[in-house]
């Protein structure tokens, strides 16, 4: 396989009716955008049949990349791994659930054109109620204390510049704040809207502790980071 332009990464815990369906959405997408591309599947520790299905894919599609946790390490730790051996010069992330819509891609990678990172945007969730409010509480603190105006930090389909990913240290729960650290680093973020599809398959990892009590010290983490980030780019070696 030729290197890759697009690196696709997923994070995948316990998802074995997923990965095979996901799979399939996923090279449709990009066999049609005629560049070389890698789907790198990240196994967060699955207790499930979700590894043995995805070295069958793999075994059938020189596309895909496996890396394995010796344990159960969290979302941040899945995508920091999977920015680390990203062979692409543009980093696309999204969930294994089914939930991001593949088909979006073109629109995040369109928006690149004019942005350096960009960030999908649910206008139109499919989750519960609960749910539902406790993000919107969320990216309304994330907004306040940060000054942004991201709507859907939460959303994992995402497209950067591998540029933009260079320089960031991703900590623990650090995955929901992403367009803030790439925004630190000097680098233009954009909201795109995207399809939001309900969960067929599977459970939701999360729940309210995990989404919001446990987001609130990483805030002021953030809040920290932001005032006391080197903010430089270099224009030149002489």
């Known amino acids: ?45 699955s207790k499930d049949k979700s590894l043995e299905i995805m070295k069958k894919l793999k ?49 995040l990678l369109d928006a690149l054109k004019e942005a350096d990172a960009a960030v999908g945007w649910r206008a139109t969730r499919k989750d519960s109620i609960k749910k539902k409010i406790t993000s919107r509480l969320g990216n309304f603190f994330r907004n306040l204390f940060l000054g942004e105006r991201i709507h859907d930090t939460g959303c994992s389909l995402k497209a950067f510049k591998k540029e933009t990913i260079g320089r960031l240290k991703l900590f623990k729960g650090m995955h929901r704040f992403l367009p803030a650290l790439v925004t630190m680093e000097g680098y233009k973020v954009v909201e795109v809207k995207v399809n939001h599809r309900p969960r067929v398959y599977g459970k939701t990892k999360y729940g309210f502790f995990d989404r919001f009590l446990t987001a609130t010290p990483d805030l002021f983490a953030v809040i920290w980071m932001k005032r006391r980030v080197i903010p430089y780019r270099i224009k030149e070696e002489i």
């Open 59 to 107: 075994s059938e599609n020189p596309q895909i990349r496996i890396i394995v946790f010796e344990k159960n390490s969290g979302q941040s730790a899945a995508l920091d791994a999977g920015f680390r051996k990203a062979k692409g010069e543009v980093i696309i992330t999204m969930d294994a659930d089914l939930q991001n819509d593949p088909k979006d891609i073109p629109l």
């Open 1 to 45: 396989m030729s290197n890759p332009f697009y690196s696709i990464i997923v994070p995948v815990y316990n998802e074995e009716e997923n990965v095979q369906i996901l799979t399939n959405e996923i090279v449709s997408v990009m066999e049609k955008l005629n560049k070389p591309y890698e789907i790198i599947y990240i196994d967060d520790g």
